[in-house]
């Protein structure tokens, strides 16, 4: 082949290549041929020693609030919805939704009455069966009669697995019953077992307790209880749950999977507005969420307008948070909520509450609330080193006052744990103590991506800043769309940036269960079964290397609006690294020139990761979860005195460069190549 051909030949390669998004040996050396009419642009790193800094270890972490239903229906994997019958409120006859009878009122009667043996929780469910199965007039129908429970807009059965079923019941004479998992309209039995007991067994409440093996797949399944036996019935507290929950701990396997992958430092929990209520009466209670689930009386939150059984209470948020190997941040009420709200000289009743939910994650076993947390299971104090003091108060009548209260209360008891103030500290000091101020910013995507540089002039030497909440709105962001992940990528590098004064940071909401979609966007969607991940959950995967890294001090050059880019060193594996990370809002393909000074280290291309798609409206679903998700390739480098680099339209693209050491493998670069590539 002469060299004409040879020249034409590899050109022709590069721009295939370049098309399909390769990012090859033969990309990094024909660059400037395949891109001569994208923008310019450079970013000068500084790795001497001089300028660079530690980002903290608690930087990236994870906000869970009650919403979406988050957790009831979600996170925490319990099947039945209103297990308790508690849901419909105090005043019998009451709402038994969505429980529903199995045939009619001609062969069955149901209704709630105050019966139950649990004191926090009264009401208990009533079953009058009229029908019986000795041949009379009134014989039950085929399959009896009794009452079912679709769970959280259907429960997932999968074929093989086993789920323990516990209930409460009680009746005047024998009993002869069916607990089954059905297909979602009751034709189809995926697993079933009979109970049956005398009646003196079951006069009083008798807790039944059996394990379902399914033999089956319904992801819109229920369960229900069918009878033949004319009598009287009762049942109370029902609860199923899947036998293998993540540690055994009651959380929903693929869910947390989701939150483990982010690698996050930090649980922020149990809300948000969820924390305060509309109403102080609604709002949640710590200390109704601890013990014997059977006893936890349960509450409507009624800012996002649904019951929730409180399964997922005070201490299993301390589980999950040491589960996933995060720091917890627990948010309490201040005595404040959207509509009412306590004033200062009547809080100490809130602060003594506050103290005595520290002293159940953190005292030792022999103290009144540590004894509580030993007794159910945990005898050794949780890492409890952060605590916020309300959320997004900071602009009510009582807050200052109230604050100090707690404040003062919580740094003689614990002087060590760090408080977060709900006001804004960003542009001017605050007029009391605190060692973190909390930061919440929801807007549009293009006004996000400018605020890359919303800390650059926050005072040092005041408290540090958590971003405990951000993310760009449905106005820009619809359910959840590319858009506004490169918004918030840019965002998240200017935090990076200050990550000196910005030490916590949290997107909002986390999760959404598709059924009850409140708020909008969300990271992670889910149903019954399935989950998939937003570009914005996947934007912030590209920040699990920054914990503990080393900031670089950047400079980005060039006539380009519409990139923010960055700089890390970081070790792993025994070896050194720096990742670039770059952001290109823009329509058009950007070159982006690394020059790295203070060092004469050589670097070599490691990894490259870059998230886009072909249309900046895009989104992930059920049927293409993965329609927009980081696409990680080999960065195969030669030689050469420039490192250079495509950032395609509307994209976010990490590059990890593998610092020189006597093991580096150099790619090499030929003569032919050379002659290619600059012809």
């Known amino acids: 082949m002469d060299m004409k051909t040879s020249c034409r030949f590899f050109t022709s390669v590069c721009m295939l290549l370049f098309l399909l998004g390769s990012c090859s040996v033969y990309q990094s050396l024909c ?105 009379s007039s ?27 079923v516990v209930f409460y019941v009680r009746s005047t ?26 009646g003196s067994e079951v006069s009083n409440w008798a807790r039944t307790e059996l394990v379902l093996e399914a033999n089956g797949t319904d992801n819109g399944a229920r369960l229900q209880f069918t009878t033949t036996k004319k009598g009287l019935i009762w049942f109370d507290q029902v609860s199923a749950m899947p036998m293998d929950t993540y540690k055994g ?26 924390v305060e209520g509309d109403w102080l009466g609604n709002a949640f209670r710590w200390k109704e969420t601890v013990g014997a689930w059977e006893e936890r009386p349960g509450h409507y939150g009624d800012v996002w307008k649904y019951w929730t059984d409180d399964g997922l209470g005070h201490f299993e948020f301390f589980q999950l948070a040491e589960d996933i190997g995060a720091t917890p941040v627990w948010v309490f009420n201040n005595g404040i909520s959207h509509n009412d709200q306590v004033d200062t000289k009547s809080v100490m009743p809130f602060v003594q509450e506050a103290l005595d939910g520290i002293e159940f994650a953190r005292g030792d076993s022999n103290s009144t609330w540590g004894s509580v947390r030993a007794a159910i ?22 807050y200052r006052g109230n604050y100090l209260e ?103 909401p986390l999760f959404v269960n598709t059924n009850d979609r409140r708020w909008i966007p969300d990271a992670i969607v889910f149903n019954s079964s399935h989950l998939y991940g937003t570009p914005s959950y996947w934007v912030q995967q590209f920040f699990t290397e920054s914990r503990g890294a080393t900031l670089l001090n950047s400079i980005l050059t060039g006539n380009s609006s519409l990139v923010k880019a960055s700089a890390i060193s970081f070790q792993t594996n025994g070896k050194d690294y720096i990742q670039i990370k770059a952001v290109n809002i823009g329509e058009e393909s950007v070159s982006l020139k690394v020059e790295v ?26 049927s293409n979860p993965k329609m927009i998700v980081p696409q990680e390739s080999l960065l195969e480098m030669a030689e050469e005195e420039d490192l250079m680099f495509v950032l395609p339209p509307h994209s976010f693209s990490s590059f990890d460069l593998l610092k020189e050491s006597a093991n580096i493998i150099k790619v090499p670069k030929s003569d032919s190549y050379k002659k290619t590539c600059t012809m």
């Open 249 to 274: 701990h009651g959380f929903r396997n693929d869910l947390i999977q989701m939150m483990v992958d982010l690698k996050p430092r930090f649980l922020r929990f149990p809300g948000g507005c969820f």
């Open 377 to 398: 299971g945990h005898p050794e104090p949780f890492e409890l080193k952060y605590v916020a003091v309300g959320n997004e108060d900071c602009a009510r009548t009582y």
């Open 173 to 198: 004479g024998d009993i002869d019953l069916s607990v089954s998992f059905t297909s979602s309209n009751g034709s189809l039995s995926l697993a079933s077992q009979n109970i049956k007991a005398l």
């Open 597 to 622: 000074t203070g060092s004469i280290t050589k670097y070599y291309g490691s990894k490259k990761k870059v998230l886009t798609s072909t249309n900046v409206m895009d989104e992930n679903s059920f």
């Open 406 to 508: 707690f404040y003062d209360a919580i740094k003689k008891a614990y002087p060590d744990i760090k408080i977060i103030s709900n006001c804004d500290a960003s542009s001017q000091p605050l007029n009391h103590p605190a060692d973190y101020f909390d930061y919440h910013i929801y807007t549009l995507a293009k006004d996000l991506f400018n605020r890359y540089h919303d800390f650059d002039n926050t005072p040092r030497s005041g408290p540090k800043a958590f971003v405990s909440e951000y993310a760009v709105n449905k106005t820009d962001a619809n359910t959840g769309n590319l858009l506004a992940a490169l918004g918030e990528a840019a965002f998240l590098l200017g935090l990076e940036k200050n990550s000196d004064i910005v030490g916590m940071v949290s997107y909002a």
């Open 31 to 135: 660059l400037v041929d395949a891109q001569e009419d994208s923008i310019l642009i450079s970013l000068q790193v500084d790795a001497s020693n001089v300028t660079r800094r530690p980002i903290p270890e608690t930087l990236f972490g994870i906000f869970f609030e009650e919403i979406n239903h988050a957790g009831a229906g979600g996170l925490w994997a319990e099947l039945v919805s209103n297990r308790g019958f508690e849901a419909g409120g105090q005043n019998i006859p009451s709402n038994i939704w969505p429980w529903s009878i199995i045939r009619d009122e001609s062969s069955i009667y149901v209704v709630t009455d105050r019966s139950s043996c649990f004191e926090r929780n009264k009401i208990a469910l009533k079953m009058e069966v009229l029908c019986d199965s000795n041949g």
């Open 138 to 164: 009134n014989s039950c129908p085929s399959g009896g009669v009794g009452v079912y429970n679709p769970g959280y807009w259907g429960m997932n059965i999968e074929e093989g697995k086993k789920y323990i």
